[in-house]
């Protein structure tokens, strides 16, 4: 119904909410159309909110970040992720003209995207000045990729420059991050996943959580599987990715990151002024929102042991705060094999 294409093969090491990996999309009836238009809103609102949630999590969280990256606040779109009979419908719900170019798909607000007069809908030729234009070739998520990629390797905090559609050239200041990009994926499944550069939320996913504090939750979930490394780290391991990765050591490993994932998201939440209690409503909710887990998968805890970890470092953090003690983040300065 959305149109998207499938989730890159990059994501389905690290399905860190979803059970297996996501499927191709699902086939439906195109929507109305009186209704496509507000489909296509629903899900700019949503990337507008986790733009603002990953832009805030990665600057705000910087200086516990070994590895870093100019941030900029958006989210970026593509006209050929819609098919030629809705693509009209999507682009106008984004305020998109007619370029077959990438747009912004969202800004977060006070991000450097927005105080250089960028907005939504945007046509974006080139980034970096003389640097990415935009590839030829029928991948949305390459041409995608090719402009996230090179607006990541900017310095921080150094001038940089767009050209838009039309040639207009932008000015534009980032500012240090966490390496991470973000993207919203139009599936109504509630999932999300890491591969070490970006992080994906699905939709489902951003409309389960139920309020900001929630969805920081899931985000800074995914966002701690990059910063720790997680995806090089169990390459090195030299785990089972395929059919066993359910069994022995890989679900083992597999299970690993994911605790050190929980544990690290609420020091980042915390790091950005979200109530990390959020998280455990989330994971209580999303551990229950099925019933009774008859069989629980091998790589992922179960939801109340995950809670228990969770609780577990929100203690430390209140500990700190009242001990008028620096935040101090496990796991980040030196994170415990995978072997």
Sequence with gaps: MLSRAPMSPLFRPLL??????????????????????GIYAELAALEARVAAIGFRLTTANVGWCPVRQAQFGWIWGDPRLY???????????????????????????ESPAGRAGLHVGDA???????????????????RIAAFETAAAALPAAA???????????????????????????????????ADGRLVLI??????????GDELAAAVAHELAHNILRHRERLDA??????????????????RQTEVEADRLSVWLMRGAGYDPQAAVRFWRRFGTRGGPVL???????????????IEEEI????????????????LIAAPPPLE
């Design 16 to 37: 860190s909410l979803a059970v297996a990996a996501f499927a191709a999309p699902v086939a439906a009836a195109a929507p109305a159309a009186d209704a496509e238009g």
């Design 83 to 109: 098919d030629g009979k809705h693509r009209g419908a999507a682009l106008a719900a984004y305020g998109a003209g007619t370029s077959d170019l990438p747009f912004l798909a969202a800004v977060a607000p």
């Design 124 to 142: 974006i030729a080139a980034v970096g000045g003389a640097g990415a234009v935009a590839p030829e070739g029928d991948d949305p998520f390459a």
């Design 159 to 193: 001038p940089a420059t767009l050209a838009r559609g039309g040639g207009h050239r932008v000015a534009i200041m980032p500012v240090a991050g966490c390496v991470s990009d973000f993207r919203v994926e139009a599936r109504d499944r509630a999932s999300g996943a």
């Design 202 to 211: 699905s939709a489902g996913l951003a409309r389960f959580a139920a309020d």
């Design 237 to 254: 391991a030299d785990v089972d990715r395929g059919l066993f990765k359910d069994f022995g050591r890989s679900a083992r490993l597999f």
């Design 295 to 309: 069989i629980q998968p091998g790589t992922h805890p179960r939801w109340r042991d995950r809670v228990r970890s």
């Design 315 to 330: 203690a430390a953090i209140r500990a700190a705060d009242a001990a008028g003690r620096p935040l101090d983040p496990p």
